[in-house]
């Protein structure tokens, strides 16, 4: 039915159970734009958000996506400015990812607002001390990078490079990609920081406050840290997951490795600087407040575990794992550990997020909990629907795995 | 005529791109007369056009801009005591005027004016990220989850010197701006251009029945708040954060003042 | 691609290139942003000239003197009066609300007529003139029955002109049966009478007052004048250095007793007995003051009837049974702070006794009050600066004789449905208390057959609300002249809506517990927003529409000219300032103070000597009353807690004013109730839980608030809620205290002295 | 916001902001023109 | 086909791509620039014609009907009791006269005047800060509505409400005199030329 698009030799499952799967994932997409609409058309007030939790699930998925999104421009950049070859193999996938990713988070961040007519006035009212006018901006310019990457991979479809002007525009956008993606590391590298920047400068929040180091807060540079630390790992376990739903081997064994021992040397060093960070910020930030560090974990869920949860279970475990060849070789504790380090890193922007806001600061004000409501969970996890549908398309259509023909003779 | 507004101005004392700092507004409030009756905030909530819906319980999407907290010292009967802290945005100054939620603001929307120390919420211009309310550590900055509705006819009571404001934006105590505008325009009718203490009172200042908040001036040693935030029993609340807010409070009790903010377990209060 | 397609796209191209270059796509971004900066439905308030316009507040006794600040012609604000004797610019909470009575829901737009049954809120609009003559109709067919002593009316005050125009309205119609709502005052009336001779409030001279021991009275809660009373908290305050100093009695952690100097728990309803232990040690240690207990007081020592009998004087009567050991057992109170709080008593220079439990309506027994006032007799801070005084009334023009027929002489000779002034309670002046046991058990002479209300809400502020209410709906015919939809006026068979606070004249005679005679008049400072009435326009214009001579004692026009009339020489200067202060008024001296017949003060109330079964009950003494239900039972005590953010009286809270309301004590529709952590554990209960709150006189489902300011073993339930009437705004929110909380009957003078009720609380 | 704009300031926040921010924007851009160019050129040559 | 044939096709198709891509351009800019305009912005008439000349020669100058108060504020437009104090009875014989005597003045309904300067809400602007202490002519802002003779048809934004010469009567925004628009930068600008205070509560309400 759809053969006409289909790369040429690659064999895709028949067209009708392609369009359930498709029909499945649009009906959670569906579901979240109903959702969308009555927070739009109603007002937040639809949502669990409030006074307390002025930042919620939302900007605990968009932080969290993001990271997870890091994959793209960290492959982009390990591939065209270090010159590490293997990950072209895989760069095509991550760049998809990312550009999901990236649009999803502008998605939810348009819902998150109050008034989102009016979005706008972050760019042209932009005050530059903010860190989240820092965060918008890098978003939106590394997200034209993210299209701008994208753009190639699509005319490569049979059909549109048929076309002679669309052949020539992709050959010629591949041919100047490595500015790109240098740009876009670079946009990207400042967002992933100013992301961290966005609690770290909260002077008013003990729990998120960091010292500076020049003109940012450390949580700047953990954020990038932590960032490109799970983004090759997220890369890995949709590269994974879409091998085992397409049974298929997509990418070789050695670039996965790699990436994989990119990432659990990265969360090596990004757990020693945390670690670092966290004694810093118990033994010299927090007493200079009157704080206590155990202050900060007061009750569940807010206690000691999940600290150790994010920086032992979800930190060190995987990072074990990773820079271990005989573990790292082993499937099962390689995406045990990929899952792992992507759900810290989760938590941590979760922590960031939600516990930031939910210990009281004022002695005498009380602690209360956020519980997301429907709304915010649909449209949470929607991102995800969305990730199906659109990697599905693009893995039909186009020819996204240079090794797919070499690994599935 | 350009050159016609030139002598307009001259002779104006503010300063640099008005950067002058001209006043510091600021209050003292006094927790051992505050008697917790509450009438500060529906002063304010009238004078600001605050908006109010049926049920007004759930105080995390309860607006008011003016809130009288209460804290007790933890004691079991009957030993127990109870204070309340008034709490109205605390304008912080932070370091040279770089307020929690001022820095964060991505659009401009609230500032920290160098000629009053006020800081300001701009309500047509804030799109309703609340970076500032998570920077806020007085949740002194509320969100607009519904549209305003006001009942029947009470429309009619509603000021025209403060805009109502849509769903959507975040709003705060502005220290009755509005007053210090229509102070400043009196003034300005009668070819004056300083305004007097009393000219400009906050509308929970005036209303206190027990006299407990005092404003004025921070920094003008005629006003009574510069005498008074002097006393040893004065402190302000979170000051450890750098906060550096412009509302001080004033207690007898050493327990009350060591509940205005954070300190470790066998740290010495102020 | 054919040549159509790629002509198209170079259309596209162009098209695309020609928009991004005009202004189209920019200004509809920006204008869609000024959109939602100006959205329709967000109101836009109009500006204008701006007023202010001087009046007074009546919403509550207070009298504090406001100024309403105006746009063209609404009224947007209202602040406290500069320079007003009793608020001098404070103003409180309730005050600020006048505005949303006058433009908010639950108004009365015009006069209306009950159309469905009873409470059931269906109402058919009538003109005014078929009101009054609906009304005139059944007053004129009770007078040719000769029952027009079945009408009887209720306000919410006996003072000032509206409340005298009912009274006279009953008089010239004849009917005794003029009742006001019930409050301390009743009592403390009776007490002054008893010790000094008058029938009068008592005031205090709060702000030169340094030592103020306050038995149960909520001084910073709403008690007596409440700005007035926060005024002078705050000046104390500022005195502390120079000794100034509040004890507060009390059983919960009230905002008075967290203020003050001391707080002193207490049992609740043993203040008397606490009184009584001061008074021992001050006289045991003799540090009363001789000199006026020699020359102006009666009934100190021992003393001798006629018939030869010696019995004790209140000296020997308190040494015996009140020693700081006795009564630290009833109070509760540790016999050493009693002596210490006796001793800063005495020796202070302006000590002053305080009584009155809340906000002062809530009831204390006389001899409670005789008690507490003895104390002030022992230092003899009475008409003194820093003490209490007994006011006489601002003097106003008298109204012209009142003119009575014979219907009306011998309606008026008849008793009193509620036995006041009877020989049954020979001293009590209003026992609106007594209605439902009179009315419901058939014991009274006869039935009512008509009620006229005015500023009362009895079927939501009194005491075992149930029972009123059983026994005013049978009443057959009930009219109402509440401004706004209350829980009276929803029962009531017609309403004659009164203008609100902001719309009418009014006098406000001196506010409770002032020391200086002050009075203030309200005017209209926004024109009628509906077709309402003065309430004095209606009663002369019912007046007039009555058969006989009823008319005759009604010769104003309208109620603005009986005002103008009756101020005399003060109108004009209430017109211009809005208030009126006796600059020079002094107490009288203590050879003049005493109004008995004996011209003492008097510790023995020889008054009640002829009634009395033995001398002993005419001395201050503490009876604890008893309260019902059994202990195994209800082994909890129930106490109502009053607050400024919440208006308990017949005027009841605005939108604003609940706002302010914690969640610990509203929350959602649930009322929290306050208990100590230690009863929670003993009983049970777990916090922001739902219980069971179970009295003798009802039931309710409350929310636990854990809390250590309160006594273990009481709960502590607030009042001001519950209401079933008014807008949604306040509807169905909370629980009424009243409904849980009984009468219980004061023997000497019938009032009602519940001060709590026995209760249990059980998990649900 | 552009140094036309009267909320616009001459400080080192905006200079350095707005530096990173429109050096980044004319990669993007000169990149996308030189792209769109040659492959018009590119066309135009090859005519295929 | 001959080589011909191909270049005068190419050379055809290129020009008929041309006109294609000329014709997209020229359609679009006649909807941004002149249908746009049109369609956004909706007209009114005042509801009676008022001349400001016969006025000021009768009044004498600006602040004759449009004062300052003793508070300070700004009378803005008179209101009906303004107006009354000479045109209790009808002066002269203009029919636009007589309508506001038997339509306004009579029955003592205010008359609807629709502002042409009117701010939005949020906009708090002082008088007596730019007339009485800035010394700044009412036409600096104003324009020369003084010397109008009739009123100008009062055209509004749909979308916001605003009155058009909020933005200017110029589509594009640009402007060669101080009173041809009163947006915020416009305030901005001037408070900086002057080195005034362009703190938001400035002018923000």
Same mark, same amino acid.
């Given at each position: 039915m759809d053969s006409a698009l289909i790369p040429k030799g690659l064999k895709r499952c028949p067209f009708p159970q392609f369009a359930l799967w498709i029909g499945a994932w649009s009906f959670i997409m569906l579901w979240a734009a109903i959702a969308a609409v009555i927070a739009w058309a109603y007002g937040l007030n639809t949502t669990n958000l409030n006074d307390y939790f002025g930042f919620g699930a939302w900007i605990t998925a968009d932080l969290a996506i993001i990271a997870l999104g890091a994959g793209a421009f960290f492959t982009g950049f390990m591939r065209y400015v270090l010159g590490i070859d293997e990950f072209k193999n895989i760069l095509n996938y991550a760049v998809i990812i990312g550009f999901i990713c990236y649009s999803s988070a502008l998605a939810i961040l348009a819902l998150d607002i109050g008034q989102p007519l009016r979005g706008w006035f972050i760019f042209w009212h932009a005050n530059v001390h903010s860190m989240l006018t820092e965060v918008a901006f890098c978003i939106s310019c590394y997200f034209t990078v993210l299209a701008i990457e994208y753009i190639p991979i699509i005319l490569e479809n049979r059909q549109l490079d048929k076309v002679p002007t669309l052949h020539a525009f992709s050959h010629n956008l591949h041919h100047i990609m490595a500015v790109f993606a240098a740009t876009g590391a670079f946009l990207s590298f400042f967002h992933q920081g100013s992301l961290g920047g966005v609690a770290g400068v909260l002077f008013g929040r003990p729990f998120a406050f960091r010292v500076h180091a020049s003109i940012w807060p450390t949580t700047f540079f953990l954020f990038i840290f932590s960032a490109i630390a799970c983004g090759p790992c997220f890369t890995i376990l949709v590269t994974r997951l879409t091998e085992a739903i397409t049974r298929k081997k997509l990418v070789a064994r050695n670039v996965i490795l790699k990436l994989a021992t990119v990432s659990g040397w990265l969360l090596v060093g990004y757990l020693s600087v945390k670690m670092l960070d966290t004694l810093y910020w118990a033994a010299v930030t927090l007493p200079k407040m009157g704080v206590n560090f155990f202050d900060m974990y007061p009750q569940a869920p807010f206690n000691l575990w999940i600290l150790i949860a994010e920086l032992g279970i979800c930190g060190a475990i995987p990072a074990a794992i990773l820079i271990t060849k005989k573990t790292r070789e082993n499937e099962f504790l390689l995406i045990l550990a990929a899952i792992l380090n992507c759900t810290g890193i989760c938590i941590n922007r979760y922590v960031m997020t939600v516990q930031a806001l939910a210990l009281p600061v004022m002695p005498f004000d009380k602690f209360y909990n956020y519980v997301p409501n429907w709304i915010e969970w649909i449209t949470s996890l929607a991102p995800f629907a969305f990730m199906a549908i659109l990697l599905s398309l693009s893995y039909r259509y186009l020819p996204i795995f240079p090794q797919e023909k070499e690994l599935n003779p | 005529m350009k050159e016609e507004h030139k002598e307009g101005v001259q002779g104006h004392e503010g300063g640099a791109h008005g950067h002058g700092e001209k006043y510091k507004f600021g209050m003292v409030i006094d927790l051992d007369k505050c008697t917790g009756c509450g009438s500060c905030m529906v002063a304010c909530m009238t004078e600001n056009n605050v908006p109010y819906k049926k049920n007004e319980t759930n105080k995390l999407d309860s607006i008011t801009w003016m809130r009288v907290f209460k804290a007790t010292n933890g004691k079991p009967y009957p030993d127990t005591d109870i204070c309340y802290f008034p709490r109205p945005c605390m304008h912080c100054e932070g370091e040279h005027g770089h307020a929690p939620c001022v820095s964060v603001c991505p659009a401009t929307a609230t500032d920290y004016n160098y000629e009053t120390g006020i800081v300001s919420q701009i309500y047509t211009r804030c799109f309703g990220c609340r970076y500032c309310m998570a920077a806020c550590p007085y949740h002194a900055r509320y969100f607009n989850w519904w549209d305003p509705v006001w009942p029947d006819d009470t429309k009619e009571s509603l000021s025209p010197d403060v805009s109502p404001r849509m769903r959507g934006v975040v709003e705060k105590c502005s220290f009755c701006f509005h007053r210090f505008q229509g102070a400043r325009d009196k003034a300005y009718a009668e070819g004056r251009r300083e305004i007097t203490e009393n000219e400009y009172q906050t509308a929970c200042t005036q209303a206190c029945p027990a006299g407990a908040i005092v404003f004025g001036d921070l920094n003008n040693p005629e006003h009574k708040v510069h005498e008074l935030k002097q006393s040893p029993h004065a402190f302000r609340l979170l000051e450890r954060l750098g906060t550096n807010p412009k509302v001080y409070y004033h207690s007898t009790r050493s327990w009350v003042r060591r509940a205005g903010d954070n300190y470790l377990t066998n740290e010495r209060s102020k | 691609m054919s040549l159509g397609r790629r002509g198209f796209l170079q259309f596209c191209l162009g098209a695309g290139a020609g928009i991004t270059f005009s202004p189209l796509p920019w200004k509809l971004m920006d204008d869609s942003a000024i959109w939602t900066q100006n959205w329709p439905w967000t109101p836009v308030p109009p500006g204008g000239e701006v007023s202010i316009e001087k009046t007074a507040c009546t919403l509550c006794p207070g009298g504090c003197g406001i100024t309403v600040r105006k746009v063209k012609d609404r009224a947007i604000k209202i602040e406290g009066m500069k320079g007003h004797p009793i608020n001098d610019g404070g103003v409180c909470l309730l005050g600020m609300s006048a505005l949303y009575k006058l433009y908010g829901g639950a108004r009365i737009k015009g006069p209306l007529k009950r159309a469905g049954?009873?409470?059931?809120?269906?109402?058919?609009?009538?003109?005014?003139?078929?009101?009054?003559?609906?009304?005139?109709?059944?007053?004129?067919?009770?007078?040719?029955?000769?029952?027009?002593?079945?009408?009887?009316? +209720?306000?919410?005050?006996d003072r000032g002109t509206v409340s005298q125009l009912f009274k006279r309205l009953l008089a010239a119609y004849g009917s005794p049966n003029v009742f006001t709502a019930p409050s301390l005052q009743d009592s403390e009336r009776l007490a002054l009478k008893l010790m000094q001779g008058d029938y009068a409030s008592a005031g205090y001279d709060l702000e030169n007052a340094r030592y103020v021991v306050s038995f149960g009275a909520s001084i910073i809660d709403g008690w007596g004048?409440?700005?007035?009373?926060?005024?002078?908290? $705050?000046?104390?305050?500022?005195?502390?250095?120079?000794?100034?100093?509040?004890? @507060?009695? *009390?059983?919960?952690?009230?905002? $008075?007793?967290?203020?003050?100097? !001391?707080?002193? $728990?207490?049992?609740?309803? !043993?203040?008397?007995?606490?009184?009584?232990?001061?008074?021992?040690?001050?006289? #045991?240690?003799k540090s009363y003051n001789k000199a006026f207990i020699r020359d102006y007081c009666l009934g100190f020592e021992d003393w001798q009837d006629s018939g030869g009998t010696v019995h004790k004087g209140f000296k020997q009567s308190v040494l015996k049974e009140y020693s700081p050991d006795a009564v630290s057992r009833i109070t509760g109170v540790p016999a050493d702070r009693i002596s210490v709080i006796a001793r800063e008593f005495a020796q202070a220079k302006g000590a002053l006794a305080v009584w009155g439990r809340g906000k002062g309506t809530r009831p204390m027994a006389v001899h409670d009050i005789m008690a507490i006032h003895a104390l002030n007799a022992l230092v003899a801070n009475i008409n003194k600066p820093g003490g209490v005084t007994v006011l006489p009334d601002v003097t106003t023009v008298p109204w012209p004789s009142l003119v009575q027929d014979d219907i009306a002489k011998s309606g008026t000779k008849q008793p009193r449905v509620d036995r006041a002034g009877t020989d049954a309670f020979p001293l009590s002046e209003s026992l609106f208390d007594q209605l439902p046991k009179l009315i419901k058990g058939g014991t009274g002479e006869y039935p009512l057959s008509v009620l006229l209300v005015h500023g009362a809400n009895p079927y939501y502020t009194e005491h075992d609300r149930t029972a009123v209410a059983e026994a005013l709906d049978r009443i057959p015919f009930i009219v109402s002249f509440s401004s706004r939809m209350d829980e009276t006026a929803n029962h009531a068979d017609l309403i004659l809506p009164n203008h609100t606070s902001l719309e009418r004249y009014e006098d406000v005679p001196t506010p409770i517990s002032s020391s200086l005679p002050v009075m203030s008049l309200s005017r209209p400072v926004v024109s009628p927003q509906c077709d309402t009435r003065h309430v004095g326009d209606s009663l002369i214009a019912i007046a007039k529409s009555l058969d006989g001579s009823v008319a005759e004692s009604f010769p104003w026009d309208d109620y603005e000219s009986l005002l103008k009339a009756t101020l005399g020489d003060k109108w004009s200067v209430l017109e211009k300032e809005g208030y009126w202060k006796d600059e020079g008024y002094t107490p009288a001296d203590w050879s003049q103070a005493f109004r008995n017949a004996s011209g003492k003060f008097e510790f023995l109330a020889t008054t009640l000597l002829a009634g009395a079964k033995s001398a002993k009950d005419c001395l201050p003494q503490y009876s604890r009353a008893k309260l019902k239900g059994e202990e195994f039972m209800y082994p909890l005590i129930l106490i109502p807690c009053e607050s400024m953010r919440l208006a308990d009286g017949p005027v009841a809270n605005s939108p604003l004013m609940t706002k302010t309301v914690a969640d610990t004590v509203l929350k959602n529709d649930d009322l929290c109730v306050e208990v100590n952590p230690k009863t929670a554990i003993a009983h049970g209960l777990t916090d922001e839980r739902m219980a069971l709150l179970? $009295?003798?006189?009802?039931?309710? #489902?409350? #929310?636990?608030?854990?809390?250590?300011?309160? @006594?273990?073993?009481?709960?502590?339930?607030? !009042?001001?809620?519950?209401?079933?009437?008014?807008?949604?705004?306040?509807?169905?929110?909370?629980?009424?205290?009243?409904?849980?909380?009984? +009468?219980?009957?004061? *023997?000497?003078?019938?009032?009602?002295?519940?001060?709590?009720?026995?209760?249990?609380?059980?998990?649900? | 916001m552009l140094p036309f704009v009267f909320e616009w300031h001459w400080d080192l926040g905006h200079v350095v902001f707005h530096g990173g921010l429109w050096y980044a924007l004319s990669i993007l851009g000169i990149g996308m023109t030189y792209v769109s160019v040659k492959t018009y050129f590119d066309v135009k040559r090859g005519g295929h | 086909m001959s080589a011909q044939d191909e270049r005068t096709k190419t050379a055809g198709s290129s020009a008929v791509l041309l006109i294609c891509f000329l014709v997209g351009l020229g359609a679009s800019l006649l909807v941004g620039w002149v249908i746009f305009p049109a369609l956004l912005y909706s007209e009114k008439e005042q509801p009676i014609d008022f001349s400001h000349v016969v006025h000021v020669d009768a009044v004498g100058d600006c602040e004759g009907c449009h004062y300052f108060r003793d508070d300070g504020s700004f009378s803005g437009i008179p209101d009906l009791s303004n107006c009354a104090e000479c045109h209790e009875e009808a002066q002269g014989e203009d029919p636009e006269e007589l309508k506001m005597i038997q339509e306004y003045i009579e029955p003592g309904k205010e008359i609807p005047w629709m502002v042409y300067s009117r701010q939005p809400d949020c906009v708090f602007f002082s008088h007596a800060a730019h007339v009485k202490m800035g010394e700044i002519e009412c036409k600096a802002c104003h324009g020369m509505i003084g010397e109008s003779e009739h009123t100008d048809t009062y055209e509004y934004n749909i979308l916001t409400g605003y009155s058009r010469n909020i933005w200017g009567k110029n589509i594009s925004g640009l402007t060669s005199n101080t009173w041809e628009s009163m947006k915020m930068g416009d305030c901005g600008n001037c408070h900086d030329e002057h080195g005034e205070n362009n703190a938001c509560f400035v002018c923000h309400k």
């Open positions: - | - | 049954k009873r409470g059931e809120g269906k109402w058919e609009q009538i003109p005014w003139n078929a009101a009054i003559a609906e009304i005139s109709k059944e007053l004129n067919q009770k007078r040719q029955d000769g029952l027009s002593h079945t009408v009887a009316s +209720m306000t919410g005050t004048s409440p700005v007035r009373a926060f005024r002078a908290h $705050t000046r104390w305050a500022e005195k502390a250095a120079e000794g100034a100093k509040l004890v @507060q009695v *009390e059983a919960c952690l009230s905002n $008075t007793a967290a203020k003050a100097d !001391t707080w002193l $728990t207490i049992k609740p309803g !043993t203040e008397a007995a606490l009184a009584l232990g001061l008074a021992h040690v001050i006289i #045991k240690e179970s $009295t003798p006189k009802g039931k309710a #489902k409350v #929310k636990i608030h854990l809390f250590d300011g309160i @006594q273990p073993g009481v709960v502590a339930i607030p !009042t001001g809620l519950g209401h079933t009437a008014y807008d949604d705004y306040l509807k169905g929110k909370g629980v009424n205290s009243n409904d849980l909380i009984g +009468m219980i009957e004061d *023997e000497a003078s019938g009032l009602d002295i519940a001060w709590g009720s026995r209760a249990s609380l059980k998990s649900i | - | -």
